[in-house]
């Protein structure tokens, strides 16, 4: 009964969700990657469909397949996400689960580079990626929600807190993705939600149950 009750308390909505690491290109057949598998991005758009969602999910190279039941953009760099978020816009509500780049190559070659006899390896010059999440947060049309992630390796909390101020969104999920948490690539997440009245820590769960609890929440936020 509770099912049936919670069932399309989302319809008629529009949610954006970002996920998957994504691919910068350093010439046509190397790039420069991260662990990210995915899997929470990926929870979260299908639970947000289990509650009635439209969902756009603009995805990078992820190693778990995409949910059924959802709009699916696929892509490969962060400036190409950037690209495919905006053009998802309007929405409801954004949740950015993606671990975009921070950098890309600056001018990635076209050809194949080649080991040129010398001794002394290539130098790859970085630049910065746009922030997506911040674009978002400040940007016409804004969600009336927008949420992001934080990964962190240490001071956590602090550090998410920092991050939500500085990037003008409504709340933030901390995670502590040091190798020793098994988070990045493993089944399980352990959260803490941030927003404008303080942290609250979930307990360490299924990713898929991170994402039902997050749906909850943001369909209590719109409704
Ligand atoms: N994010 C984004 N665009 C970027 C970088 C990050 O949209 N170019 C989003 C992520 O999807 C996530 C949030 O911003 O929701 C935080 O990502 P994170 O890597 O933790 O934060 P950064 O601001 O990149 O800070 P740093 O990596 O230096 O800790
Ligand atoms: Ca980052």
Redo the contacts with the bound molecule.
């Keep these: 009964i509770s099912a049936a009750l919670g069932a399309g308390r989302l319809a008629g909505r529009h949610v954006l969700v970002?996920s998957g690491p994504t691919h910068e290109p350093i010439d046509p057949v190397r790039y420069i990657a991260n662990r990210s598998s995915g899997a929470q991005g990926t929870a979260i758009a299908a639970a947000l469909r289990d509650l009635g969602a439209r969902v756009t999910f603009v995805t990078g190279p992820a190693s778990v397949p995409p949910p059924p039941g959802v709009d699916v953009v696929a892509v490969g760099t962060?400036a190409q996400m950037?690209a495919a978020v905006r053009a998802a816009l309007p929405a409801d509500a954004a949740v950015?689960?993606?671990?975009?780049?921070?950098w890309r190559i600056a001018n990635p070659g076209t050809q194949k580079m080649k080991k040129d006899g010398s001794d002394r390896p290539p130098a790859l010059d970085f630049a910065e990626?746009?922030?997506?999440?911040?674009a978002v947060s400040r940007g016409e049309p804004r969600p009336r929600l927008v949420v992001?992630?934080?990964?962190?390796t240490e001071k956590v909390v602090e550090?998410a807190t920092a991050?939500r101020l500085?990037?003008g969104c409504d709340w933030i999920l901390a995670n502590d993705v040091s190798p020793e948490t098994g988070i990045m690539g493993g089944a399980e997440n352990a959260v803490t939600l941030i927003d404008a009245n303080g942290a609250e820590p979930w307990p360490r769960m299924g990713k898929d149950a991170v994402a039902r609890r997050l749906a909850e929440r943001i369909a209590n936020a719109l409704a």
């Design positions: 970002t962060a950037a950015m689960a993606a671990a975009v780049a921070d990626n746009e922030d997506i999440l911040a992001g992630f934080a990964a962190e550090h991050k500085r990037k």
